[in-house]
């Protein structure tokens, strides 16, 4: 993006700083899940970073950020002023999710598997590539990957909104934000009554999806103040954001306590994002650069500590390198991801992203009519990123 990009193009900043911190939070529960037991007498020091991380489960956070940093982000790149809005998004989100991905197989599977003598077979490998293995029961090279597939959902369900004439209709996405919340929470009833009759899988993706649309509806309703001349459709989107950040809480708090309470860990992502989209819009260099390599960040974070683990056990139980504060070993396994994934980012996500530009438009020429007029410069700037 150039120094003179739209307003949209700024809001995006702070954007990036908000996946930053989300990867960094991913980071920071698996590492502190591996590594506090480096030095099982808790002599070393640093086991509150484990215990904070666990009891608020920090790594959910993270995804729950990125869930709604998704709805934010990713409808809005869907034009359909273009005669081509659909094949062009799916092959610029092809070319963005999968050649990293795919890296990541090989490297997870070694690091999580091989070098532990465990099996990771072909079956397995092959399945991987397609992202359908947790569909039909194969192992994952990384257990993070089903969020990958969620994503992949959330753009379907973009194109049938898109291909419903839905996907800026904000009265048809709230309602379907709401109907998936209701599925969610009307599952989690019945299984908290052990009458599980709603799949949990089901359920899951019903929750995924719906915050997910709150990040569309917050962005179009409250940030961009959509909903003014429909005073209903803001009350919809302000009870729906109540649900999750006061009462699911609430009743979670009271049905099993505050540690590793999933809705607690959910309100706590939702509000961290209300005030990273609209209080506290964190845009530098540095948060930027996170940003951009924060897809990786989590990609390969999993490939470094589990690499840095399977070393670390091999040293003597007494040694220093067994013995230093969490913190540390936190400090440096984010470090070592970050160059890898600066390596990944260079070399294997910007060409990605750029092939899959390249593709988009010659996509775009074919399909546009000869005598197309010049988009908007907001959606045109909006379509670049």
Not at 32 to 47: Q, Y
């Amino acid at each position: 993006m150039n120094s003179t990009a739209t307003g949209a193009d700024r809001r995006l900043r702070h954007i990036d700083a908000l996946r930053a911190f989300a990867a960094l939070l991913v980071l920071w529960r698996h590492v502190g899940d591996v590594f506090v037991l480096a030095d099982p007498s808790g002599v070393s020091g640093g086991g509150w970073l484990h215990t904070l991380a666990e009891s608020i489960d920090v790594g959910r956070i993270g995804v729950i950020l990125f869930f709604l940093i998704s709805g934010f982000v990713i409808p809005f790149s869907i034009h359909p002023e273009r005669p081509d809005a659909l094949g062009g998004f799916l092959i610029k989100r092809f070319f963005r999710i999968f050649p990293a991905y795919w890296l990541s197989i090989p490297l997870g599977a070694l690091t999580g598997y091989w070098i532990w003598g465990a099996p990771f077979t072909a079956r397995d490998f092959a399945i991987n590539l397609t992202l359908l293995q947790d569909l039909v029961g194969a192992r994952a090279a990384e257990g993070l990957y089903w969020t990958l597939l969620a994503e992949w959902t959330f753009y379907a369900l973009c194109v049938a909104l898109l291909l419903t004439r839905s996907l800026g209709n904000m009265r048809r996405v709230c309602s379907l934000a709401i109907g998936l919340a209701s599925i969610y929470v009307l599952s989690s009833l019945l299984r908290w009554a052990d009458m599980p009759l709603i799949n949990l899988r089901v359920s899951l993706a019903c929750w995924y999806l719906s915050l997910m649309l709150c990040g569309t509806l917050y962005r179009t309703c409250i940030v961009e103040n959509g909903a003014r001349d429909v005073p209903w459709l803001r009350a919809g989107v302000l009870a729906l954001f109540a649900g999750y950040l006061v009462v699911l809480p609430a009743a979670g708090w009271w049905a099993v306590g505050f540690s590793k309470n999933a809705w607690i860990s959910c309100a706590i992502g939702m509000l961290l994002f209300v005030l990273g989209t609209s209080v506290v819009r964190v845009s530098t260099k540095l948060t930027d650069w996170l940003g951009r390599i924060s897809y990786s960040i989590y990609l390969f974070h999993p490939v470094v500590f589990m690499a840095i683990w399977w070393w670390l056990l091999r040293q003597p139980a007494d040694s220093a390198w067994r013995t230093q504060h969490l913190g540390v070993y936190l400090l440096a396994n984010a470090l070592l991801t970050m160059g890898l994934a600066a390596i990944v980012y260079r070399f294997v996500e910007a060409p990605g992203i750029r092939l899959g530009r390249n593709i988009a438009e010659r996509w775009s020429r074919r399909h546009r009519p000869a005598r197309a007029k010049r988009l908007p410069a907001h959606v045109e700037a909006e379509t670049a990123k």
